[in-house]
């Protein structure tokens, strides 16, 4: 049974009026593509899986933030301006020093290579890694230090089955202080170079006010070694120590050398624009200044780049146990930086018979839920701390005890597929994942297009007696269309989700006959309705139906209304198109 003949049985829906065999091969091109990435990235997944163990602990880090500043780069006087004022990440603890900025160490026309080198090279020449450690114990002008900063970093930072361990001991909540020593150890600093700082005109972007900038942020962790720290320890001053005893041990501080390693490095494009006011989409929007835009430019530069860090850097994935199944929740919140959709791997702790060992064994995979799902747990834990509602995406059944570990994605989904119908054809559709900023779950904006061959002689007639166009013969049309809207993730199962959606768009029709740049569109509205299956986590078969209705008379190129609706040059060339087709997710 052919393709048509399948969904014409399954659907009952008449015959399309589109040329089946030039779009059935676009169709059987793009799966065969979509199937070869599927067996790539999945062999290519087994070989992380066995080469990535997942750590059972999760202890909190700290981190400074240093910007790069080249004095002269148009516009970023105005972006430092605002860095001072941006909210420090909840997940980590803020190692910021005195000042924000350093000069670079380093020219534009420096290599990827040569920059990291001349970074580090700066950091410690400027002693930034003794300056953390000072930091860190509290170090004051006469050389004197103290353990309060990291009493009360241990204290925040228990969960609390940290806090119930320590009630069974004789120290009780002293020894949840003793718990801020180990964190010393996972110090980092974050180095962000900020460049090509564009307004929405700078940036050619018609109808948009704002700014753009591409972002690299640069990770570098404190190497806080035995040998550091039995050097550290010696230039601690006591109370009943001499003067001269006092100004050796500053001397012995002042020599140290605390030297970085380098951890990870990611860029990214950051945008903070919004539509004018005098634009349609723009009058329903609160109007927001340039000088407000650009403040969200400046959070997005540490926010974005964190997040693609978070990717690569283990110590900076939080994990934790799943404390109950129905709902999913787990004892994380704002004070571990969850946001809604973010993405967590749950594993399942097997003992292997063979190598006698423990290994985990990934059970599934769930997202945090809608914003007002996310605790706010950013206190010292008491053994009832609040938890966060988790909803699950694909896997087996979750148990309470596994563990689960923040695995952050891109937030991106590609479907590639075919559509069956009057509008139908060879098919392409992008999704953006949005709860992270807007804290609504499984909320998407996409953008799709598809490409399509019809005959309709009918139309020739239509066309001929409405343009300027010479007269046509071929009855062959070439159907481009494109357009966007809104979805919602509903989870049906937890490997099967229901997507409706709205949308708009527009769509154009060319014939071999018509001068070049030549066409004529029209608008269209369209509702429907996705299910998809996963075949992975991040790899479905996908399934559904739209409608398409044209709201507009076509037009030509040249701006000529033709005084028809579409689906009256193109007979019947409207109504409801099925859908099947492949999606991978990143």
């Not at 602990?57 to 981190?63: I, V």
């Not at 028809?564 to 990143?586: C, N, P, Q, T």
Request: charged share 25%; net charge positive.
């Amino acid at each position: 049974m052919n393709l048509g003949n399948f969904y014409k049985f399954t659907f009952n829906i008449p015959k399309p009026n589109v040329n089946q065999n030039h779009n059935s091969l676009f169709m059987r091109k793009a799966l065969f593509f979509l199937l070869a990435c599927f067996v790539m990235y999945n062999s290519f997944a087994q070989d992380e899986n066995i080469k990535n163990k997942v750590p059972s602990t999760y202890d909190r880090s700290s981190l400074g933030i240093l910007f790069l500043n080249f004095e002269g780069e148009k516009n970023q006087n105005l972006l430092f301006e605002k860095v001072k004022t941006v909210v420090f990440p909840d997940k980590y603890d803020n190692n910021n020093l005195q000042s924000l900025l350093i000069t670079p160490p380093y020219t534009r026309s420096a290599t990827p290579a040569d920059v990291q080198a001349a970074i580090l090279a700066h950091l410690e020449k400027e002693k930034i890694g003794l300056q953390t450690l000072a930091k860190w114990y509290s170090r004051k002008p006469d050389g004197s230090m103290s353990l309060e900063l990291i009493h009360e970093r241990g204290r925040f930072s228990a969960t609390d089955a940290d806090f119930i361990k320590a009630q069974t001991t004789k120290r009780g909540n002293a020894a949840l202080e003793d718990y801020g020593n180990r964190l010393v150890n996972l110090s980092y600093i974050l180095v962000i170079d900020v460049k090509d700082i564009k307004n929405a005109k700078e940036a050619s972007k018609t109808d948009l006010k704002g700014w753009q900038a591409n972002v690299t942020g640069h990770l570098f962790k404190v190497a806080f070694n035995d040998e550091i720290q039995n050097a550290f320890y010696d230039a601690w001053i006591y109370d009943d120590d001499t003067k001269a005893q006092k100004d050796e041990k500053i001397k012995k501080f002042e020599s140290l050398k605390v030297p970085f390693v380098a951890i990870s490095k990611a860029t990214v494009s950051v945008t903070a624009m919004q539509p004018e006011s005098t634009t349609n989409l723009g009058m329903f929007m609160k109007p927001k200044t340039e000088d407000q835009l650009m403040q969200e430019l400046a959070q997005k530069c540490i926010d974005d780049v964190i997040y693609r860090i978070e990717m690569n850097v283990e110590e900076f994935k939080v994990k934790t146990a799943i404390y109950d199944v129905r709902p999913l929740r787990a004892k994380i919140g704002l004070k571990e930086g969850l946001k809604t959709d973010q993405r967590f791997f749950v594993y399942e702790y097997v003992y292997n018979e063979k190598t006698k060992q423990t290994i985990p064994k990934k059970r599934g995979v769930i997202r945090a839920g809608a914003k007002s799902k996310i605790v706010d747990n950013r206190k010292v834990a008491s053994g009832d701390m609040p938890t966060s509602k988790f909803y699950q995406v694909a896997g087996r059944k979750i148990e309470q005890g596994f563990t689960l570990q923040q695995q952050n994605d891109l937030g991106m989904e590609l479907s590639l597929g075919y559509e069956i119908g009057e509008v139908g054809g060879v098919y392409a559709r992008f999704d953006i994942r949005t709860g992270r900023f807007v804290g609504i779950r499984a909320l998407f904006i996409y953008v799709e297009g598809g490409l399509a061959l019809g005959e309709y002689p009918g139309a020739n007639s239509i066309i001929n007696s409405t343009t300027s166009q010479p007269t046509i013969s071929s009855s062959d049309y070439t159907f481009l269309r494109y357009g966007g809207g809104i979805a919602k993730g509903l989870q049906f199962t937890r490997n099967i989700e229901l997507r409706p959606y709205i949308g708009a768009g527009i769509e154009q029709a060319t014939n071999d006959d018509f001068d070049d740049s030549y066409n004529i569109s029209a608008l269209y509205i369209k509702p429907g309705l996705n299910l998809a299956l996963n075949l992975k986590h991040n790899f479905q078969i996908i399934g559904g139906l739209g409608s398409y209705a044209f709201i507009s008379n076509a037009t030509s190129s040249t701006d000529e209304d033709l005084g028809k609706a579409w689906d009256e040059i193109f007979k019947e060339r409207s109504g409801l198109s099925y859908v099947v087709g492949l999606k991978v997710m990143f």
